[in-house]
Nanobody, 129 residues
Framework: QVQLVESGGGSVQAGGSLRLSCATS??????????MGWFRQVAGKEREGVAG???????WYTDSVKGRFTISHDYAKNTLYLQMNSLRPDDTAMYYC?????????????????????WGKGTLVTITS
């Protein structure tokens, strides 16, 4: 069974950096095509897509994180990453990784969110000003 486990959250000052990791328990070994992504959610608001990556390395970012965040996947380590630089207070949220066994709609929008088959439990990121 696929399990996704996030780590790397914490509290940092604005302008700082964090790297989130998501252990994907051999998910990518089971499928020839896939989409993995990072989402975030603030209490009382909808979960939003932050970044996505497909098996061939195609990436997508929501506008607010472009140039600051980088999504990557280490196939050998079965780990998805989100490098977050120049962090801002409005980046504060619970961050979730997710995955699905298809590389379609890996570029934001409702299909990006609703198409995910597997979700982690989240890691909290707090940015202080």
């Amino acid at each position: 069974q696929v399990q996704l486990v996030e780590s790397g959250g914490g509290s940092v000052q604005a302008g700082g950096s964090l790297r989130l990791s998501c252990a994907t328990s051999r998910f990518t070994y089971n499928y020839s095509r896939y989409c993995m992504g990072w989402f975030r959610q603030v209490a009382g608001k909808e979960r939003e897509g932050v970044a996505g990556i497909t098996m061939d390395g195609t990436t997508w970012y929501t506008d607010s994180v472009k140039g600051r965040f980088t999504i990557s996947h280490d196939y050998a380590k079965n780990t998805l990453y989100l490098q977050m630089n120049s962090l801002r207070p409005d980046d504060t949220a619970m961050y979730y990784c997710a995955a699905r066994s298809s590389d379609t709609y890996c570029n934001g929008g409702p299909a990006f969110y609703y198409g995910m088959n597997y979700w982690g439990k989240g890691t909290l990121v707090t940015i202080t000003s």
